[in-house]
């Protein structure tokens, strides 16, 4: 899939991921189920993609969200690992999430250290937030598929 395919949109229940999000890295992330991950377009790049979220029917918030394998972790299976930008008072761990996936920022890497990887996390959010700011992007927010 060639990123002039976007937008992709992606719907699932957030399950248990690995842990290290929240513990390891300050950045909650909302997992997918093995099979959304699964249900990807096999030529769909992997990297740090930009885009809207909503959990349940709560309202959208911009988000990024990582496609990949972790190089840092060394992850065995492909996963989706979406961080909402928004500080929510609860894990939603069951709630469904859907995702517009809109643009991407840049391909994974593996980070010679933690404090690396988290610097580029911070940079990741700041570089979601001023693209969802640009009009072409904003419009996703009120899409239908987040009405439904």
């Not at 761990?93 to 933690?114: A, D, Q, T, W």
Request: glycine share 8%.
């Amino acid at each position: 899939m060639s990123l002039s395919q976007l937008p992709l949109f992606l719907k699932g229940q957030v399950v248990n991921g690995f842990g290290r999000g929240s513990k390891d890295l300050g950045c909650p992330t909302a997992n997918f189920p093995r099979e959304v991950a699964q249900s990807l377009p096999k030529d769909l790049k992997t990297g740090v993609y930009y885009g809207w979220a909503k959990v349940d029917s709560g309202p959208v918030y911009k988000m990024v969200v990582n496609i990949g394998w972790c190089p840092f972790y060394q992850n065995k299976e492909l996963s989706v690992e979406t961080h909402v930008i928004h500080n929510f008072d609860d894990d939603f761990y069951g709630s469904i999430l859907k995702i517009c996936v809109l643009g991407y920022l840049r391909p994974e890497k593996n980070f010679p250290s933690l404090n690396n990887l988290i610097s580029a996390i911070k940079q990741d959010i700041e570089d979601a937030k001023q693209n969802l700011d640009i009009k072409e992007n904003i419009i996703f927010k009120e899409h239908d598929f987040f009405k439904n």
